[in-house]
């Protein structure tokens, strides 16, 4: 009785699905002007307050930024920090999570605790701008959800972020 | 896991007792044969590792004990390849040795295939549906035995006799305390960069064995092995919140065991395994506490108004090293285990993190910041060498005898990717460790009980 070890290799074929560019036999026709519709009335069309999508229409902006192993608020982190503390003064019931985060440019438990210091940075400018901080929690995902890919200095920069994120 | 290790001289004795009616060599004749662990270029040592004879061509739920034969020399062999110091000729393509031979070689034909050693061994299925494997290592131009060793195992269980094999003849001709028979967990990492599937996997220390552990629904983090292997303790995100999970290898259970509104980091076991260590942020602050790992109260290590994380303790459990950035930049600190005497240890320029201590306890690796660099240096701070360089090194972990590190390799932009990755302590032997899908974080258990 014999039994031949036997390697089982598995080969990847990627399939290059190859584009055919033909032209059309007939071109489609040329765009026309289009009517301009009437505009709705905004009122109950919009997103609920409270709601995220809200939020950010109502604040400069939803994120604050950071550099590179930094977590102090700057003169533009002030003025969104202040429409977003102008907005939970407005909506009283709105609580918040501001999410903080690191780029890849560190090791992942350092990036973790970094994260958290930008987060609660965040929430310590909203405290001090008359926010109850009993709405605002913080979490850090440190460098686990990048929001721009490239691993140059922009994306790093549009990494290195504080994003408040209302609770529903 | 039913694995019926006897103590091994029993062990060997009674596979030996087994074997054919051969009066043994011999044992531990003095050899000129050794490997080198510290050797700066390779003069890898020949070792024929033919196929494990039978004396019975036996079924068991693994294969027949005739085929098992050739799978152990093929893992024997695999291992003492990846360990950068032998050059393992077979088990094809070489001499084939009866059962009758297994202890008593027939020494005129090894030397023509270039072989300065040769281990043989045999495979017998008991009675009890257990395999006893035998396993013996032979200086060729000697004439001599060196080791025997031998072991009951579950069939199933195959491969841990070939890595105890393996370890026996590494550790006969290294001096060195032997590593294959150990364990990985890794987070295994699937998606794209900013929607990656993080899982929990564990496998051997030859990638052979691997599981799934989590579904990948959580993203899961740092996870480290019991000293027992029992359990593995790990960062979760659940219902947007990190948490301090041990899974159960045995069962598959996870028990929550901290649960806090604060940022929880880094979880990982004490060496007697009764002890968790971790950090916690509170208001933008991190320090490490540590609580029993049954669950309980945690207690505060460190208290500077920084980032302190990722503390690994010495094998004795004395002491910890750990990272703070409390001088400007992250550097590295050993504390005693109740957090007294805190001293920083890193002075080389630059910023260092994730330091783990060596279970020999002469050494500390860490990722050296600015470069990514894997490196070592003496628990006092001295001796500081640089292993690897590529784009981002991270996160070492140490083979059960310290003289091998595994870590993670990034590859930067869009498509960017995780793999593990290991390199032994001298710099060489640099490879990637085959996984299933990408991987990081990997944490290497001790030898196996």
């Not at chain 1, 109850?132 to 979490?139: A, G, H, L, M, N």
């Not at chain 2, 051997?204 to 029992?230: C, E, I």
């Not at chain 2, 004490?270 to 320090?287: E, K, W």
Request: charged share 20%; proline share 8%; glycine share 10%.
């Amino acid at each position: 009785m014999k039994f031949g070890h036997t390697l089982m290799v598995a080969t990847a074929m990627i399939a290059v699905a190859g584009c055919s560019k033909k032209p059309p036999a007939e071109l489609p026709p040329a765009p026309q002007e289009t009517p301009t519709p009437e505009a709705p009335p905004p009122a109950e069309m919009g997103p609920v307050p409270g709601s995220q999508a809200h939020f950010i229409a109502n604040v400069a902006s939803d994120r604050v930024f950071f550099d590179t192993d930094e977590y102090n608020i700057d003169a533009a982190d002030q003025a969104t920090l202040q429409s977003q503390a102008a907005y939970l003064k407005q909506y009283p019931n709105v609580r918040v999570t501001i999410e903080g985060h690191a780029d890849e440019r560190g090791t992942r438990e350092y990036n973790l605790a970094l994260g958290e210091r930008r987060a609660n940075a965040a929430k310590n400018y909203l405290a001090s701008l008359g926010i109850d901080p009993s709405r605002i929690s913080t979490i850090s995902y440190g460098k686990e959800r990048p929001e721009a890919l490239g691993s140059d200095e922009a994306s790093w920069a549009k990494n290195r972020r504080a994003v408040t994120v209302t609770v529903q | 896991m039913k694995y019926l290790a006897l103590p091994l001289t029993a062990i060997a004795s009674a596979a030996l007792a087994q074997a054919p009616a051969v009066a043994p060599p011999l044992v531990g004749q003095p050899s000129g044969l050794s490997v080198d662990v510290t050797a700066e270029a390779g003069d890898d040592l020949r070792i024929a590792v033919p196929k494990l004879a039978t004396d019975d061509v036996r079924e068991t739920v693994a294969g027949t004990t005739d085929a098992l034969g050739r799978q152990i020399a093929d893992v024997i062999a695999a291992d003492l390849r990846g360990s950068g110091l032998f050059r393992p000729l077979g088990p094809s393509g070489i001499p084939t040795v009866s059962f009758a031979e297994a202890n008593a070689p027939n020494f005129a034909i090894w030397p023509q295939t270039g072989a300065e050693a040769l281990v043989s061994g045999f495979v017998r299925a008991g009675g009890d549906g257990n395999l006893t494997v035998g396993c013996y290592l032979y200086d060729v131009n000697l004439k001599s035995e060196l080791k025997r060793t031998g072991f009951v195992v579950a069939p199933r269980d195959w491969r841990r006799a070939a890595h105890k094999c393996a370890d026996m003849i590494y550790s006969r001709l290294s001096g060195e305390s032997p590593f294959f028979d150990s364990r990985i967990a890794y987070i295994a990492e699937t998606g794209p960069k900013d929607h990656r599937v993080k899982r929990l996997a564990i496998m051997d220390s030859d990638g052979a064995n691997h599981r799934f552990l989590t579904n990948g629904q959580n993203l899961v983090l740092t996870p480290r092995f019991s000293p027992d292997y029992k359990s593995i303790v790990y960062v979760s995100y659940q219902q947007r919140r990190p948490h301090v999970f041990v899974y159960d290898v045995g069962t598959g259970r996870q028990r929550l065991v901290l649960s806090t509104p604060n940022q929880v980091i880094a979880p990982r076991f004490s060496p007697d395994g009764r002890t968790l260590l971790f950090s916690m942020s509170q208001g933008g602050n991190t320090d490490i506490y540590k609580m029993p790992a049954a669950g309980g109260t945690p207690v505060r290590l460190t208290n500077s108004p920084g980032i302190d994380v990722g503390g690994s303790f010495s094998p004795d459990g004395s002491r910890i090293v750990f990272e703070s950035d409390r001088s400007g930049k992250q550097q590295l600190y050993v504390m005693n285990a109740d957090g007294s005497n805190q001293q920083r240890i890193s002075f080389g320029g630059g910023s260092y993190a994730t330091p783990e201590w060596s279970p020999r306890g002469d050494l500390i690796a860490y990722t050296r910041l600015g470069s990514f660099s894997i490196g070592v240096m003496s628990p006092s701070g001295g001796g500081e060498r640089i292993l690897t360089h590529g784009w981002q090194d991270e996160s070492p972990t140490w083979s059960p005898n310290g003289r091998v590190i595994q870590f993670f390799r990034s590859t930067p932009g869009r498509s960017g990717t995780s793999s593990v990755w290991q390199v032994d302590l001298t710099g060489r032997n640099l490879r990637k460790i085959p996984t299933p899908v990408d991987g990081s974080d990997p944490t290497w258990g001790p030898l196996l009980p």
